[in-house]
């Protein structure tokens, strides 16, 4: 398959991956009118652990491959390091940790403002839209988080992929030592 043939298909992919989105945020708007919200704050709790293991997971990860780049990050001078393999990789690892953060955020603000807006009346008048408005926002973020557990693959992929490099240059090298020494 050509390249753009390959971008073409990405396209129609993510298009429709939008669609299936925005249906999804719509039937859990109509279907979420009658889930009472002390039915779905479980789901929202159960959201932030997943987010904050995310977040963890990801630091942990930036601790292990780029300890150095951690470091300078912090320090008081200026390191600069311009690869781009490092700067592809680091990328890679922090783009999930940001999102996570801000997922965070966003949930921890749902927590506290909940109990308030759940007293205002004109929400108690309009319980059943805002039921709807509230899993439809439930909804959106468990599909953000989906999207935020894939991209935490791609830097497995890269580390999975450096050291199948490393071992097969190992072994080339290894052979090649053995026919220097005959």
């Known amino acids: 398959m050509n390249p753009e043939s390959m971008f073409r298909l990405r396209q129609v992919f993510y298009f429709a991956l939008g669609v299936a989105s925005v249906l999804m945020v719509a039937i859990g708007f109509y279907a979420g009118q009658g889930v009472r ?18 977040f963890a997971v990801v630091g942990a990860w930036l601790a292990i491959v780029y300890p150095d780049k951690l470091k300078s990050s912090f320090a008081k001078s200026e390191v600069n390091d311009k690869s781009v393999g490092s700067g592809l990789g680091l990328g890679l690892l922090l783009t999930p940790a940001v999102h996570s953060t801000i997922l965070l955020a966003v949930l921890l603000i749902v927590g506290i403002s909940a109990p308030i807006i759940k007293q205002v009346p004109y929400v108690i008048a309009h319980t059943e839209f805002f039921r709807g408005l509230s899993y439809s926002l439930l909804v959106s973020l468990t599909l953000w988080q989906v999207a935020i557990v894939f991209m935490t693959l791609f ?14 240059s190992r072994r080339i090298a290894n052979r ?3 026919l220097r020494s005959e």
Not at 42 to 52: H, K
Not at 155 to 168: H, N
């Open 37 to 54: 919200f002390s039915q779905q704050w479980p789901l929202y709790e159960a959201l932030r652990n997943t987010a904050a293991i995310i």
């Open 155 to 168: 830097p497995a992929d890269i580390v999975l992929s450096s050291s199948q490099k490393e071992e097969a």
């Open 176 to 178: 090649q030592r053995g």
